[in-house]
């Protein structure tokens, strides 16, 4: 016999993570890919502001992943 599915315990909040997380890979990916052109890495102030922003977002999604693997 095959283990009941889980019942997620507020599929409404699970739908938001996980919307969550999806627009915060989007905006990683985009500032990955906008710190290699040469309108933000020949701009010192640019290619800092661009750094800290993907410091924030890979914290974010990590919290953000941590919290969906151990909704209950």
Sequence with gaps: SKPAPR??????LFEKLEA???ALEEELRTLQA??????VYLSHERLRDTQVRLSEIER???LANEEWANWQ
């Excluded at 019942?7 to 409404?12: A, E, F």
């Excluded at 906008?34 to 309108?39: G, I, P, W």
């Design 34 to 39: 906008a710190s290699a052109t040469e309108e």
């Design 7 to 12: 019942k997620v315990r507020n599929p409404w």
């Design 60 to 62: 974010d999604l990590a």
């Design 20 to 22: 969550r997380i999806m």
